[in-house]
Nanobody, 126 residues
Framework: QVQLKESGGGLVQPGGSLRLSCAAS????????MGWFRQAPGKERELVAV????????YYGDSVKGRFTISRDNAKNTVFLEMNSLKVEDTAVYYC???????????????????WGQGTQVTVSA
């Protein structure tokens, strides 16, 4: 079984930056895509970003394009989310996820994604 553990969340002022990390344990996630979702209170879960195993394919949600950067270190089984120019509306619980496929599933059927982390809170507030 695979466990995903997020870290790096916290409280930041608008315009600030945070870097989230997600470490996978249990077994290597060879050829797995990894990504981040977020969910704010009263709102639907939203796909933030996803990155393929090779890092050659990357998707960003429209609301974070140009501000967030996803990357991964396969040797360390870790995925990162660099968040800059944070806005109040970025406040949410951020979840790491991993799936054997990089494709439409991340957008159309997230409930079928193989593995999920427990989430880390990001709060953007003055």
């Amino acid at each position: 079984q695979v466990q995903l553990k997020e870290s790096g969340g916290g409280l930041v002022q608008p315009g600030g930056s945070l870097r989230l990390s997600c470490a996978a344990s249990g077994r290597p996630l060879s050829n797995y895509a990894m990504g981040w979702f977020r969910q704010a209170p009263g709102k639907e879960r939203e796909l933030v970003a996803v990155i393929s195993w090779t890092s050659l394919s990357i998707y960003y949600g429209d609301s974070v394009k140009g501000r967030f950067t996803i990357s991964r270190d396969n040797a360390k089984n870790t995925v990162f989310l660099e968040m800059n120019s944070l806005k109040v509306e970025d406040t949410a619980v951020y979840y790491c996820a991993a799936d054997s496929a990089y494709g439409g599933t991340w957008l159309t059927e997230p409930s079928s994604i193989n593995f999920w982390g427990q989430g880390t809170q990001v709060t953007v507030s003055a």
